[in-house]
């Protein structure tokens, strides 16, 4: 399986402020996805990442407020822009392992005051 | 579009005895299904998933599933509880195996009885 890790995995940041969340993946990987779980929630997607190309967003994310690099094929960032007390979440990345099989990092909790 | 539905967001079983976590799903498209565990401050671990080979499907830790197209369900069980299996339990669908996103359900969480 894939050994994924992030950056930070935890931070608590003031309103309007940003945050850069890094996923490092220890082999290369095609895709990458960012997810969003919030307090009590399930996971929801934000966004599909692959190397060589612009992020895939779904309905209700934008690139202004999530923009993502995928600058290498083991690599991904995810920044939390222009913060709310929304955005308190836990922000997890996964990885297409192929066999069709996903794979996730350990996550970043984020709050936001 | 697809969707997952898990039927009680909260599980009791006493230890020893049989663990059902229930998960129907809605696709368009021959789906592919995962159950992903996620014990307390930590990410999700995958059970077992389907991908259009054997309907029964075995996973980690005694873990197994059923895929029931007719249903469309995709039931998680476990003969014997253990009180290390207390965690929230994600059923999660997806039409490219795990080259797609995945549409999750809303969790199960898990309680052990001792």
């Known amino acids: 399986s894939a050994v994924i890790s992030q950056k930070p995995s935890r931070d608590i940041c003031q309103r309007g402020t940003s945050l850069t969340i890094q996923c490092q993946v220890d082999s290369q990987v095609t895709m990458m996805f960012w997810y969003r779980q919030q307090p009590g929630q399930s996971l929801t997607l934000i966004a599909t990442?692959?190397?060589?190309?612009?992020?895939?967003?779904e309905s209700g994310f934008v690139i202004d407020k999530f923009p993502i690099s995928r600058p290498n094929l083991t690599f991904s960032t995810l920044t939390v822009s222009n913060m709310s007390p929304e955005d308190s979440s836990i922000y997890l990345c996964s990885v297409d392992w192929g066999q069709d099989t996903q794979y996730f990092g350990p996550g970043t909790r984020l709050t936001v005051l | 579009a697809q969707s997952v539905t898990q039927l009680g967001s909260h599980v009791s079983v006493s230890e020893g005895a049989l663990v059902l976590l229930r998960c129907n799903y809605s696709?368009?498209?021959?789906?592919?299904l995962f159950w992903y565990v996620q014990y307390p401050n930590q990410g999700l671990q995958l059970l077992l998933k389907y991908t259009s080979a054997a309907t029964l499907v075995k996973g980690i830790n005694g873990f197994e599933a059923e895929f029931k197209k007719s249903e469309t369900s995709f039931h998680l069980t476990k003969p014997s509880a253990h009180m290390s299996d207390a965690a929230e339990y994600f059923c999660?669908?997806?039409?490219?195996?795990?080259?797609?996103?995945?549409?999750f359900g809303k969790g199960t969480h898990l309680i052990i009885q001792p």
């Open positions: 990442a692959n190397q060589g190309s612009e992020a895939t967003y």
């Open positions: 999660a669908v997806s039409s490219g195996g795990g080259a797609d996103g995945l549409t």
């Open positions: 696709s368009s498209v021959p789906p592919y």
